[in-house]
Nanobody, 117 residues
């Protein structure tokens, strides 16, 4: 059985920092990433990384957020600096296992990040 668990969310003032952690078990990941969903909005990619070391970021977080991790050990982190109120959302971790023409996706339950003064 696959488990994906996030941690590290919380309340922070604008300009502050948070570090999210994600650990997966029961699978072999090829890509891991962070997504976020604000109330009334769709879930969007924040950042992702692959076993090959390539990374992808949403334009809105470039220069402020950094994804890192050890995909081979199913761990990924998101360092979030200079947080803004518009970063407020539930942040979800996704572990993905795939190859040519197929993939499986596993999601965590999410962790709330609130940026407010």
């Amino acid at each position: 059985q696959v488990h994906v668990v996030e941690s590290g969310g919380g309340l922070v003032q604008p300009g502050g920092s948070l570090r999210l952690s994600c650990a997966a078990s029961g699978t072999i990941s090829t890509t891991m990433g962070w997504y976020r969903q604000a109330p009334g909005k769709q879930r969007d990619l924040v950042a992702s990384t692959t076993t090959g070391g390539s990374t992808k970021y949403a334009d809105s977080v470039k220069g402020r957020f950094t994804i890192s991790g050890d995909i081979a050990n199913n761990a990924v982190y998101l360092q979030m600096n200079n947080l803004k109120p518009e970063d407020t959302a539930v942040y979800y971790c996704k572990a993905e296992r795939g190859g040519p023409g197929w993939k499986y996706e596993y999601w965590g339950q999410g962790t709330q990040v609130t940026v407010s003064s």
